[in-house]
Each structure stands twice: as structure tokens, then as C-alpha cells.
């Protein structure tokens, strides 16, 4: 009996020296690595029309994490999610302007393309969660952001701005390691609608490209990222994002009998989303933003396909 309680004793002291290794290993080993996943040989044109079209949407896709505290360059920021840093620890959004010191020095074309299609950086690692991916694109938006970064804009004008080091959490290292993986590349990719094809326009700016459905359904960690339509209380609203300053619930995209899509005119619609003006409330609070650089026929498509999913 004494010689089995001994060695329980030693099997119990091995498991815990196990998991201290482990422990100690998701803290201070390295990052894993995804050299492995193919990098394009990629030249994007930068035509003044490709820069025009990344404009659009580096504004709706990429300004709002990625511009500077005090200027709409894209130098990055302090992360502004409390959740996210309660859960993964502080960090920053990266300096993305033509500067020499900053994140993007050094990127090829076809870097670029694989961290927005999969997520790995430059350096192999998988860059933290809360940067998206547009595994759903068409070719050409991915190439004209890249175009757009490319460009003369004064929103890419080198800036300067260097931010600390970011403070990843020990479960943001065990994420990284067990549950984190870079988004797959497609075998094809879907071309952007045309306009007239509304719904389907529609159901792309929302699903393909601004990315609408992470933050207006249910909860932003449960989203279907590869088949979004099929995400838990898809663009139901619902889900509290915890700014530093205040917690603001997400509303329903999906008019309902209740709420403000459901009472507005499609009028008042395009006044929302193209200038964030709102009958009755006050300007956007942060994380929305209006996209203004959409066009009014663009904005109708989005409503059209919301109204398209209203069930009556
Ligand atoms: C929700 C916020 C958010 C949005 C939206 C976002 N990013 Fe990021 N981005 C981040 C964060 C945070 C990092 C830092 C990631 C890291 O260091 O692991 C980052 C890093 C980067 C980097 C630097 C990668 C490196 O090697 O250090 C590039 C380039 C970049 N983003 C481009 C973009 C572009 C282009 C868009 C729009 C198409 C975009 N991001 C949209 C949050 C965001
Ligand atoms: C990063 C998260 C996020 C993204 C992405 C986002 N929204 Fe929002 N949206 C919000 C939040 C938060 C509010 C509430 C803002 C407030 O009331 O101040 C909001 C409010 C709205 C409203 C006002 C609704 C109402 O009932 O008052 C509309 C319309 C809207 N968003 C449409 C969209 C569309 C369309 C897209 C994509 C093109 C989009 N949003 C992308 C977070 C987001």
C-alpha cells in the first residue's frame, strides 16, 4: 500500500512538472510558425482606379483600427477593446504608412495578400485575432488595398508614430498555439456583384468585404467566418462591445417590428449608414463608424438585402 501511495505520489509530482513545462513553454516559447503557407508572386498595378477602389475600402475596412489616436493617417493606435484586452493583453494596432520603421517596411505584395487572406505576417507569425481576414474577397479588392497602401494618399504619407511592444495574456499564447490558425486560401474566389444584381451586392458588402456581420450578430467569437450567413443570430444584434469608456450593445441589422430598421424609411437608411446621422439619436458611438464613401445605389443594395431577410 505504502510502496502504491509512493508511487501515486510520483505520478501526480510528473503531471504537474508536465504541465509547469507546458505552462512555462506557452509562456516564454516561441510563436509558432507557418512558413509552409505559400506566398504569391504578386504585382499589384497602382492605376489611379485601383487607388480609388482601395480607398473606399481601406476607409470602411482598415481606418477605424488602424488610424493614429490624433490623426486619420494610418499610424496606428492603443487597441480600444476592454474585452480584448481583459482576454489577450494590450496591444496595438501597427503603423500601415509608408514609413521606413513601420509594420508594413519591408512587405512584398504578395506578404500583404497572404496576411489579409490567412492572417501570417511578414515574420511567419500569425498576427493577433483581432486583425480580420477577407478569406471571402474577390482577387481584385484584396489587390486594390494593396494598391491603395502602394499609393501617394496622405493616409499611407509616412508617419513617424512607433508604438511599445505589444503585452500578449498567457491565454492569448495558448490560443496562438491550440486554437489560432491561419484562415485557409479558397480554390476560386467570388467576384463582386454587379450593382445590378442588388441582394446579392447587398449581402456582399456585407458579408465579403466590411466584414458587417463580426460585430451585428450575436457574439463576435462565435461568427462563421467562411460561411458567415451561418453565424449564431447572424446580424441579430445582440453582442456588447466593451469600449474603454463605456459598453454599447450592438443593434439588429434585420428590421424587425421593434427596432430602428424595421421603423425607417429606406431614406433614413442611406442617412444612417453613409453619414451616421440618425432620426432622433446621436452621432455613432466607436467601434461603428459611417461609411461614406459607399455610394447612395450601394447603400440601397445593403438595405435591400436586409429587408430581404426580414421575415413576415
Ligand atoms: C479590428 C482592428 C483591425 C482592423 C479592422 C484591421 N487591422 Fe490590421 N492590425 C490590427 C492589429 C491589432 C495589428 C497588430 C497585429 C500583430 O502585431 O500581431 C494589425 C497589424 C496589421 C499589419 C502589420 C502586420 C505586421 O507584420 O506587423 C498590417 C500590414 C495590417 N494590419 C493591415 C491591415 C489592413 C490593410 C486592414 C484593412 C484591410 C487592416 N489591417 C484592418 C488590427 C486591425
Ligand atoms: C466593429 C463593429 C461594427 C462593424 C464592423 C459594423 N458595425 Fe454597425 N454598429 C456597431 C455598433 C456598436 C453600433 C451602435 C452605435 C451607436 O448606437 O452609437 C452600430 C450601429 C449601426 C447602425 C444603426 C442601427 C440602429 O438601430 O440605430 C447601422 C444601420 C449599422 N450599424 C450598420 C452597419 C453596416 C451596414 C455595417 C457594415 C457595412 C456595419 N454596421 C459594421 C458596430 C459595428
Not at 14 to 25: D, G, N, P, R, V
Not at 72 to 95: C, M
Not at 222 to 231: A, F, K, Y
Given at each position: 500500500m505504502r510502496k502504491f501511495l509512493s508511487l501515486l505520489g510520483k505520478g501526480v509530482l510528473?503531471?504537474?512538472?508536465?504541465?509547469?513545462?507546458?505552462?512555462?513553454?506557452i509562456q516564454f516559447g516561441p510563436a509558432p510558425t507557418y512558413e509552409e503557407v505559400p506566398i504569391p508572386d504578386l504585382e499589384v498595378e497602382v492605376s489611379p482606379e485601383a487607388i480609388e477602389r482601395g480607398l473606399t475600402l481601406v476607409t470602411n475596412n482598415c481606418q477605424?483600427?488602424?488610424?493614429?489616436?490624433?490623426?486619420?493617417?494610418?499610424?496606428?493606435?492603443?487597441?480600444?477593446?476592454?474585452?480584448?484586452?481583459?482576454?489577450?493583453?494590450?496591444?496595438?494596432?501597427?503603423?500601415?504608412?509608408?514609413?521606413?520603421?513601420?509594420?508594413?517596411?519591408g512587405y512584398t505584395d504578395g506578404e500583404l495578400y497572404r496576411l489579409l487572406r490567412t492572417g501570417i505576417k511578414r515574420n511567419n507569425e500569425m498576427a493577433i485575432m483581432v486583425m480580420p481576414t477577407w478569406a471571402l474577397a474577390s482577387e481584385q479588392d484584396i489587390h486594390d488595398i494593396i494598391a491603395f497602401l502602394?499609393?501617394?494618399?496622405?493616409?499611407?504619407?509616412?508617419?513617424?508614430?512607433e508604438h511599445p511592444s505589444h503585452n500578449p495574456s498567457f491565454l492569448a499564447k495558448m490560443l496562438g498555439r491550440v486554437l489560432v490558425k491561419p484562415a485557409p486560401y479558397a480554390e476560386t474566389y467570388p467576384e463582386r456583384p454587379p450593382l445590378s444584381d442588388s441582394i446579392a451586392y447587398g449581402k456582399y458588402q456585407i458579408d465579403n468585404v466590411n466584414l458587417c456581420f463580426f460585430c451585428h450578430s450575436a457574439n463576435i467569437q462565435?461568427?462563421?467566418?467562411?460561411?458567415?450567413?451561418?453565424?449564431p443570430g447572424y446580424l441579430g444584434g445582440g453582442f456588447v462591445y466593451k469600449h474603454l469608456d463605456y459598453d454599447?450593445?450592438?443593434?439588429?441589422?434585420?428590421?424587425?417590428?421593434?427596432?430602428?430598421?424595421?421603423?425607417?424609411?429606406?431614406?433614413?437608411?442611406?442617412?444612417?449608414?453613409k453619414y451616421g446621422q440618425r432620426p432622433d439619436l446621436p452621432a455613432y458611438k466607436q467601434p461603428m463608424h459611417p461609411y461614406n464613401l459607399l455610394d447612395t445605389a450601394e447603400v440601397r443594395a445593403i438595405h435591400h438585402y436586409l429587408s430581404s431577410l426580414a421575415s413576415n
Open positions: 510528473a503531471l504537474l512538472a508536465i504541465a509547469i513545462i507546458a505552462a512555462a513553454f477605424n483600427c488602424h488610424r493614429g489616436d490624433e490623426s486619420t493617417s494610418l499610424a496606428g493606435r492603443y487597441f480600444d477593446d476592454r474585452q480584448a484586452q481583459k482576454d489577450l493583453g494590450e496591444f496595438y494596432t501597427a503603423n500601415i504608412t509608408q514609413h521606413p520603421n513601420s509594420a508594413m517596411a502602394r499609393s501617394n494618399h496622405p493616409m499611407v504619407a509616412p508617419d513617424p508614430t462565435t461568427v462563421n467566418q467562411l460561411v458567415p450567413d451561418q453565424s454599447i450593445e450592438v443593434p439588429g441589422l434585420i428590421p424587425t417590428a421593434d427596432n430602428n430598421m424595421g421603423k425607417w424609411t429606406i431614406e433614413e437608411f442611406v442617412d444612417a449608414l
